[in-house]
């Protein structure tokens, strides 16, 4: 389809939002034309969740036009915006577990005879649409709970297509998925895109955009800075447009002086995992980890924090063997660790800022058995400023934070605990550009105050920009290190999968 020709199917232009003195939109425009896929992507505060909030319905413009097919609307609800076929898939799958197949996609369009549901045409027409749109025989009358993500994700584009959409609206569809998964995802996508219906595809993976995309919407500040065809501008450009840089900035440049060994480990094994794992971090040294899935560099990490407890093995902080067999135990001898997924298990989504960040440090700010309120917000609110943590309190809940600022609430509460040895453990998945250069650009602050640092990235491009050396897991065993001279993305991949195996040795 030429996209130039392809007469638009959503319309929003000039739209503008204000939250109190904060403009979260400014004369903003978002172009859909039938039939393509459309990327949407920008920094945390770009105004990417507004504006979609505002097409959903859930937030009144203070200005603008919006027209769906041709249409104008003066007052979007939601219903009002699904009768006009625009249907919304949710990161979270908001489906109900105990619900079949059939009953999900079909939930409040029930077929009915009489004031009966019409339980045989209902997985009948379910079993058709998932033949029709993604070639697929799921069995209709499965639980949603017993699916895998990927197929949940299936049931609630099904649900959609069920009620005629035109347009469908992706928000992140694939954070939780793998790469057989990401793959035929797009291959639905494409099949959709070629029966006329248009998709909105957000996402902080770049490649991903590049891969998927016909157009793409770049915004900055609240406005949209551009409208770009990623095949011709590539990656680059569009995420220099997104964070006003040059994609070469995104790595801040770092010159700090190597101390002494923080953290060794030697000979340390785990039976399944991992075997005869030495390696050494430096004051002020930031050391990659990688390695494929099931390579056990996961389970390296975890027992360096006290989750796994390994079956051989010393680990010693400062020149002194220490016994880890928990994070209390790994939290008494400084060691901080950012888990992979931040919303289960380094933050507490329901509790204040505040009570994150002082959460694992409560000694700081308590006499005589009393925690003292004052000290606790003059510390809280030095490492909100710190930080650059976007909220309007330090009361305010972790939940409704951006996913890049819910990891600095998770870094902040390692800085009140004064902690000296970092393993961060995939720090910046599923955040944007943005929030990925305050992140990196906070982890040299920290080697320059002389922490240790362990970074566990599966993104190569990551420990090449980051890393003062890198070292490589795989099937269980260290076997080799790249310095920053000679690590590159080929290289590294090429040991990670053992076609560059070197002997293994001490990593120091």
């Not at 979260?24 to 034309?33: E, P, V």
């Not at 896929?37 to 859930?58: D, F, M, P, R, Y």
């Not at 888990?339 to 694992?360: F, Q, Y």
């Amino acid at each position: 389809m030429q996209m130039d020709t392809a007469k638009p199917i959503i319309e929003m232009q000039g739209i503008s939002k204000r939250f109190g003195p904060v403009r979260a939109l400014d004369d903003s425009n978002l172009t859909i034309r039938k039939g393509t896929i459309h990327g949407l992507v920008g920094a945390n505060g770009a105004g990417k969740s507004t504006i979609i909030k505002v097409l959903a319905g859930i937030l009144k413009p203070d200005s603008g036009m919006i027209r769906i097919d041709g249409k104008e609307i003066a007052r979007l609800t939601p219903a009002l915006v699904e009768e006009l076929g625009v249907h919304f898939i949710h990161q979270d799958r908001l489906l109900v577990p105990t619900a079949t197949v059939s009953e999900a996609i079909f939930l409040r369009h029930e077929p009915k005879i009489g004031p009966f549901l019409n339980l045989r045409l209902m997985r009948r027409r379910a079993a058709e649409l998932l033949k029709r749109y993604f070639d697929l025989e799921l069995p209709v009358d499965a639980l949603i709970q017993d699916l895998t993500t990927a197929q949940q994700k299936i049931v609630q584009i099904t649900r959609a297509l069920s009620q005629e959409a035109k347009v469908l609206v992706l928000d992140e569809p694939t954070a939780a998925l793998v790469k057989r998964e990401v793959d035929s995802l797009f291959m639905v996508l494409r099949r959709l895109r070629s029966d006329g219906i248009s998709v909105i595809f957000i996402s902080h993976y770049m490649q991903e955009i590049d891969e998927i995309c016909d157009e793409v919407t770049v915004m900055r500040n609240g406005t949209d800075v551009g409208v770009v065809d990623p095949r011709k501008v590539g990656i680059a450009q569009i995420v220099a447009m997104m964070i006003n840089r040059d994609m070469g900035e995104m790595y801040p440049a770092r010159t700090v002086a190597i101390g002494a060994p923080m953290l060794e480990v030697r000979n340390l094994t785990l039976r399944g995992g991992f075997r005869d794992v030495s390696l050494t971090v430096r004051s002020g040294e930031i050391v990659g980890l990688t390695g494929l899935l099931g390579s056990g560099v996961k389970e390296l990490v975890q027992s360096l924090f006290g989750l796994v407890k390994p079956d051989a093995g010393s680990i010693l902080i400062e020149g002194r063997e220490v016994e880890i067999g928990s994070p209390v135990q790994a939290v008494g001898h400084s060691i901080a660790m950012l888990p992979e997924d931040r919303r289960a298990h380094g933050v507490a989504m329901g509790l204040s800022i505040a009570d994150n960040i002082a959460l694992a440090s409560l000694g700081r700010y308590a006499k005589a058995g009393f925690v003292s309120a004052r000290r606790e917000a003059e510390i809280v609110d030095g490492l909100i400023k710190d930080l650059s943590i976007k909220t309007p309190s330090r009361h305010s809940l972790v939940k409704n934070l951006s996913g890049g600022n819910q990891q600095k609430v998770a870094i902040a509460k390692w800085l009140s605990c004064q902690s000296r040895i970092y393993v961060l453990d995939e720090p910046t998945v599923a955040v944007d550009v943005g929030a990925k250069v305050e992140i990196y650009t906070l982890m040299n602050r920290l080697a320059q105050q002389g922490a240790a640092i362990l970074l566990m990235s599966s993104e190569l491009e990551e420990l090449v920009g980051m890393c003062d050396r890198t070292l490589v897991i795989y099937r269980g065993e260290l076997i080799d290190e790249l310095d920053r001279s000679e690590a590159d993305s080929d290289t590294l991949l090429a040991a990670a999968s053992g076609a560059a195996r070197k002997p293994a040795r001490e990593f120091a």
